[in-house]
């Protein structure tokens, strides 16, 4: 995100920060740590919007509710009858998958009890709703950005394939970790590899290791990478996509971009990915490679933890 966005992102947040006693209407409830023996409970409420939920689905599926993997603590909101009406992870992200008011005010109560959180992520109107019982009791805002969701399904147009696109290995990490680490810099603001240098390497090796990271090139060469963050058999979540410079708007990152979706394509109902709206060149991309937008999302990141 470029400097000159922020204070546009900055009014947003101002105008969604509701006065202390703004929702002194709705009614109260409270938030519940989940365990693992809520996983079906938990997966089948998510999956009602699939598209919308496949980060928190993505990490449950793969490491379970509970687990220090997630960076975080899995919570729950209900009804009178015990219905689920919300759901939410609230530690490195924050992120509320909320079906009432309610469950948004009681999942902003927990989130400012948090100090360590890092980025608050979602839907535009929803975040906005959070932000509201948020502002005022929880980190301030340290930088915003205003993201397309962007989504791509059957059919795929055939490109010319690639015949060095493959999942990484761990022999490619140390050549990966400075680009992804760049491309995390380049939206947050912070450098992960001076930030948490041995925690961002470990999880980096972890996502290789379940093949995760695909990647073209010649080893010491990296032409194009890309990542999947979470998977379920809805959606795939995409981040991290890269294009060495000198094969930049020759067709070359289209080509990768195509033939990974179609492979991916392949286990998953769809592929998505955020753009931030004021990366002109790279919509322009996404969009000849076929993906569509279909929603508008708000990233938040936060203040580093005040402990």
């Given at each position: 995100?470029?400097?000159?966005?922020?204070?546009?992102?900055?009014?947003?947040?101002?105008?969604t920060?509701?006065?202390?006693?703004?929702?002194?209407?709705?009614?109260?409830?409270?938030?519940?740590?989940?365990?693992?023996?809520?996983?079906?409970?938990?997966?089948?409420?998510?999956?009602?919007?699939?598209?919308?939920?496949?980060?928190?689905?993505?990490?449950?599926?793969?490491?379970?509710?509970?687990?220090?993997?997630?960076?975080?603590?899995?919570?729950?909101?209900?009804?009178?009858?015990?219905?689920?009406?919300?759901?939410?992870?609230?530690?490195?992200?924050?992120?509320?998958?909320?079906?009432?008011?309610?469950?948004?005010?009681?999942?902003?109560?927990?989130?400012?009890?948090?100090?360590?959180g890092?980025?608050?992520?979602?839907?535009?109107?929803?975040?906005?709703?959070?932000?509201?019982?948020?502002?005022?009791?929880?980190?301030?805002?340290?930088?915003?950005?205003?993201?397309?969701?962007?989504?791509?399904?059957?059919?795929?147009?055939?490109?010319?394939a690639v015949?060095?696109?493959?999942?990484?290995?761990?022999?490619?990490?140390?050549?990966?970790?400075?680009?992804?680490?760049?491309?995390?810099?380049?939206e947050?603001?912070?450098?992960?590899?001076?930030?948490?240098?041995?925690?961002?390497?470990?999880?980096?090796?972890?996502?290789?290791?379940?093949?995760?990271?695909w990647?073209?090139?010649?080893?010491?060469?990296?032409?194009?990478?890309?990542?999947?963050?979470?998977?379920?058999?809805?959606?795939?979540?995409?981040?991290?996509?890269?294009?060495?410079?000198?094969?930049?708007?020759?067709?070359?990152?289209?080509?990768?971009?195509?033939?990974?979706?179609?492979?991916?394509?392949?286990?998953?109902?769809?592929?998505?990915?955020?753009v931030n709206?004021?990366?002109?060149?790279?919509?322009?991309?996404?969009?000849?490679?076929?993906?569509?937008?279909?929603?508008?999302?708000?990233?938040?990141?936060?203040?580093?933890?005040?402990?």
């Open positions: 995100m470029s400097p000159s966005a922020q204070p546009h992102a900055r009014e947003r947040a101002a105008a920060a509701a006065p202390r006693g703004a929702h002194a209407k709705t009614a109260t409830a409270a938030a519940g740590p989940l365990s693992d023996a809520d996983a079906a409970e938990v997966l089948a409420f998510l999956d009602a919007r699939p598209l919308h939920t496949v980060n928190m689905s993505g990490l449950i599926r793969d490491n379970g509710v509970v687990s220090p993997l997630n960076r975080g603590s899995f919570h729950a909101c209900r009804d009178e009858a015990g219905r689920l009406e919300g759901v939410a992870l609230v530690g490195h992200a924050i992120l509320v998958e909320a079906r009432s008011e309610r469950a948004a005010a009681a999942f902003a109560r927990l989130a400012q009890r948090h100090d360590g890092h980025i608050i992520l979602g839907e535009a109107r929803p975040v906005e709703l959070f932000w509201s019982h948020y502002a005022g009791g929880g980190q301030e805002p340290r930088r915003l950005c205003r993201e397309l969701l962007l989504e791509q399904r059957w059919p795929v147009e055939a490109r010319e015949p060095g696109l493959r999942p990484a290995t761990p022999d490619d990490v140390e050549e990966l970790l400075p680009v992804h680490a760049g491309l995390v810099c380049e947050s603001g912070v450098n992960p590899l001076e930030a948490d240098p041995e925690g961002f390497r470990d999880r980096y090796l972890r996502r290789v290791e379940r093949g995760r990271v990647v073209s090139g010649p080893r010491g060469r990296l032409l194009f990478k890309a990542e999947v963050y979470a998977e379920t058999p809805q959606v795939t979540y995409l981040e991290g996509v890269y294009v060495a410079p000198e094969r930049r708007g020759v067709g070359y990152g289209l080509r990768c971009l195509s033939q990974l979706t179609r492979n991916l394509l392949g286990r998953s109902g769809s592929v998505c990915l955020l709206e004021l990366n002109a060149p790279a919509r322009a991309f996404y969009h000849k490679a076929g993906y569509r937008q279909r929603a508008v999302y708000d990233t938040i990141f936060l203040e580093r933890s005040r402990q």
